[in-house]
C-alpha cells in the first residue's frame, strides 16, 4: 500500500523553487501546515494528564502548612498548558512507593479546579497513624508520587437537581468542594448548595476562606453551617454532632428535585443515612462519596 509522506513545511517555505504565480498558494500552504504543527503541539498539551488503566507519576513543586495538622500539597503536571481531567465528584488514587519497594494506596480528591492548567492541588490531613498523609508529609519539593484515575460512582450534570444539601466532615469537604466550585462557575447552571460542615474545632475547619468566599460570592446559591464538637465561647454556629433539626433547619427538604451528598468518618457517614432516612429522603435523594 503506497503512503504519501507530508513535506516539510521548511522545504515548502523555499518559495525560490516556485514559479511567481505559484507563490501565493504555496504561502498559504506554509502557514496552513505550520498552524496544524502548532495546534497539534497544542492540543498534546492539553490533553489530560489522567488515565484510568496505569498510574503516573507527578513531581511535588509545593507543601504548605495550613493548620497545626493539615498540608496543602501541589503538584505539577508535565505541561503548563495541560489539565487532569478529573470529571466533577470524582476522586485520584495515590500510589507511594516506600524506600523497602512497600505500596502505599489511597483516594484523594483534589481541591484545584479542573480546569486550571499545570498544577493539581490536595488539602489533606495528616493523622498519626495514617500510612499515606504520613508518607506525603514527609515529602520534599521534587519528591514524585503516582496518579491513576478518575474513579467514583458520582455523575454531575448542569441543573439536574434544583438543590443539592452536603454534609461534610473533616477531610470529607473535598469532594463538597469541588461540586460547589463546579456549579457555580457555570454561568447555566443555577442549582443551589446548602453545606453543613462539621468539626471538632475551628482549628480544623479546613479550607474555610475558600468556603466563606463561595458564600460571599454567591449568597442566593452556596449557604454554609459549620458545627462543632469542641466550640470556642461565643460560638454561633451549631453545637455537638449534626442532628436532625441540623438537616432540617439547614439543608432543602426532601422532594424529587433535591439531591443530599455526603462524606466524612464512616461513623459520621452512618449516622448521617440514619438521619435523613428518619426525615424522608429516599435512596435516590441520596449519595454518598
Known sequence: MRTTSMPNPLEVFDLGQYEPYLLPAAFAVSIAMLLHMVLRVIYSQRKPFLRADIFQELPL?????????TRRFRFALPHKLQI?????????????????????????????????????????????????????DGMEVGDKLW??????RFQYQPNMKRAIGMLA????????????????????????????????????????????????????????????????EGWKGGVGFVSKDHIQQHLPAPDKDVLVVRCGPPLMNKA????????????????EF
Open 272 to 287: 448521617m443515612k440514619e438521619h435523613l432516612d428518619v426525615l424522608g429522603y429516599t435512596s435516590d435523594m441520596q449519595f
Open 84 to 136: 487532569m481531567g478529573l470529571p466533577t465528584g470524582q476522586h485520584i488514587t495515590l500510589k507511594a512507593v516506600k524506600a523497602d519497594g512497600t505500596q502505599i494506596f489511597k483516594p484523594y480528591t483534589p481541591i484545584s479546579d479542573d480546569d486550571q492548567p499545570g498544577f493539581i492541588d490536595f488539602v489533606i490531613k495528616i493523622y498519626p497513624d495514617g500510612r499515606m498523609s504520613q508518607h506525603l
Open 147 to 152: 496518579f491513576k484515575g478518575p474513579r467514583g
Open 61 to 69: 513543586v509545593e507543601k504548605v502548612s495550613v493548620s497545626h495538622n
Open 169 to 232: 466532615g473533616g477531610t470529607g469537604i473535598t469532594p463538597m468542594y469541588q461540586v460547589a466550585v463546579a456549579i457555580l462557575k457555570n454561568g447555566s447552571d443555577r442549582t443551589r448548595i446548602s453545606l453543613i460542615f462539621a468539626n471538632v474545632s475551628p482549628d480544623d475547619i479546613l479550607i474555610q476562606g475558600e468556603l466563606e468566599a463561595l458564600a460571599a460570592k454567591h449568597p442566593d446559591r452556596f449557604k454554609v453551617y459549620y458545627v462543632l464538637n469542641k466550640p470556642p
